[in-house]
Nanobody, 116 residues
Framework: QIQLAESGGGWVQPGGSLRLSCTAS??????MGWYRQAPGKERELVAT???????KYADSAKGRFTISGDNRKNTVYLQMDNLKPEDSAVYFC????????????WGQGTQVTVSS
């Protein structure tokens, strides 16, 4: 069982910034990332990063969000700038590994609200 600890959600005005953090009990050999789910919508990818540093972004996140990782701390950060009301959602941290041993775990989620 891999434990995930999320932090950094909250309320911010449009145009503002927030940084989410997610710490896992292990990161090496894995892909960690953030997904989000707004009310009435499906969970969607925001950004992911491998332990080797390869990143992937949703089109909605490109140019505004930056994902980074600290392998020593088993922690991934999501810096979110120029936030928009449509970014409001519950953000979930995910860690997965497709090679043996395979796993896929989710955090409990942290609320991000962007409104004036």
């Amino acid at each position: 069982q891999i434990q995930l600890a999320e932090s950094g959600g909250g309320w911010v005005q449009p145009g503002g910034s927030l940084r989410l953090s997610c710490t896992a009990s292990v990161f090496s050999g894995s892909t960690m990332g953030w997904y989000r789910q707004a009310p009435g919508k499906e969970r969607e990818l925001v950004a992911t990063i491998t332990s080797g540093g390869l990143t992937k972004y949703a089109d909605s996140a490109k140019g505004r969000f930056t994902i980074s990782g600290d392998n020593r701390k088993n922690t991934v950060y999501l810096q979110m700038d120029n936030l928009k009301p449509e970014d409001s959602a519950v953000y979930f941290c995910n860690i997965r590994r497709s090679m043996t041993p395979q796993y896929n775990y989710w955090g409990q989620g942290t609320q991000v609200t962007v409104s004036s």
